[in-house]
Structures are given as C-alpha cells and as structure tokens.
C-alpha cells in the first residue's frame, strides 16, 4: 500500500537533504552575485567613457550573455572549455562562474543606464568646482545613480536565484537535482511524493525571491514619488 505522498519528505534523511541542496543554490547565487555586482559596477562605469574601441567591446560583452542563453553557457563552460583549455573545476565553481559573468553583464548595462540618467547639470556641477574624473564618478554622480541601481539590481538577484534551477543540468546537487533524485528513489512506495517535493522546492524559491521582488517594488514607488513630489 502506498504510504502518503507528504510523508516522502520525511524518509531517512529527505528533508535535511533538500535543505543541503537548497544551501548550494543560494551559495551559488549568492558568491555570483557579489562577485557579478562588484565586476558589473566597474564596467558599467567604463561604459560611460569616451573610449570608443572599449564601449564597443564592453558592449559586445553584454550582448554575447544576452543573447546566448544561460543553458548553452553552462555546457559551454562545463562540457567544451575545460576539453579545449586543458582544465578542470568542479560544476559548482563553473556555474558560479557562469553566473557572476552573467550578472556582471547585466549589471554593466543597469549601471551605464543610471549614471547616464543623472541630470547634466550635476556633472557640470561637479566639473565646474574642480573634480578630476575619479571625483566627479565617486562624490556626484555614483551616489546618485544609487537609487536609480538598486530596485534594478534586486530584480537582477531574484532572475538569478530563479536561474539556478538550471544547474542540475550540469550535475550540481542543488535543490533541484536532489528533489529529482528523492522523487526517482521514493516513486514507488510515494507516487504522489513528486507534488510534495516540488511543492516544497517551490515555496523554497517563493520564499527567497517574493520578498526581493517586494522590496525592488517598494523602492521603485518611493524613487518615483520623491521624483514628482
């Protein structure tokens, strides 16, 4: 007799593995965004000068993780670099790797977008009293771009967590892969553990990603009313 679906998250060890999975995605997310986010600040910024041949390349940067989707990245980068390049990481590095070039791209564009959206006036300002270029970037127009950033950049992490669900394409043991594993080694004694398991995976996720999600708005609301009060 089929035991409760529910009761496939409580065998052995289940639930302390989901758990364990669910660590690994939010690590993974978490070094690529800290990462991504230091790297994408540096070259948004380096996407306002008036350096054609580097706007050029930093913009075909952007556009290569664009375009090419994330799940040809990962394999591109755990299948066919390391062959061609005579090397070898772990997939939970690759990914990390994946993912902090990803976000770094991404947050290229929502940089150079803020800082370009900082009134001419203010840089004008700025030049008029004196600031040399790395003064100007760090007392006038940075600081500005701030609230122009954020709401973009927490949008940007909650993408990122979501993404994550792709690793188990490459054999990481994130929450994903693992629920998958439970599911195959539980089907017969719990057919329906799968709703349960992924039901868990998804208030995983709606617990990690609704709060960003809510906070990005709220921030969004309060820029806009400061703006037309």
């Known amino acids: 007799m089929a035991h409760s679906g529910i009761s496939v998250l409580f065998v052995g060890t289940n639930f302390q593995r989901l758990l364990g999975g669910l660590w ?3 690590k993974i997310a978490g070094v690529a965004l800290i990462f991504g986010l230091i790297l994408g600040i540096i070259l948004g910024v380096l996407r306002t000068f008036k350096n054609r041949p580097l706007r050029v390349l930093l913009r075909l940067y952007l556009e290569f993780f664009r375009i090419v989707p994330t799940v040809v990245l990962l394999f591109l980068f755990y299948y066919i670099l390391p062959r061609q390049l005579n090397f070898n990481l772990p997939a939970d590095q690759l990914a990390t790797l994946v993912f902090a070039l990803w976000v770094a791209a991404e947050m290229s564009d929502i940089v150079r977008g803020a800082l370009i959206s900082v009134p001419k006036h203010q840089r004008e300002s700025g030049k008029a009293i004196g600031l040399n270029r790395y003064q100007l970037y760090r007392y006038v127009l940075i600081p500005q771009a701030m609230s122009l950033e954020i709401p973009a950049t927490i949008n940007l992490a909650t993408r990122v967590i ?9 054999s990481v043991m994130d929450v994903i892969n693992i629920g998958q594993q439970i599911i195959e080694a539980n089907n017969h ?3 329906t553990g ?4 992924y039901g868990l995976i998804f208030l995983f996720y709606f617990l990690i990603d609704y709060p960003l999600s809510w906070w990005a708005k709220r921030l969004e609301k309060k820029r806009l009313e400061r703006a037309n009060g």
Request: proline share 5%.
């Open 162 to 170: 979501k993404t994550t669900s792709l690793l188990m394409l490459i």
């Open 189 to 191: 004694s719990h057919p």
């Open 194 to 197: 799968v709703f349960w398991v």
């Open 24 to 26: 690994v995605t939010v």
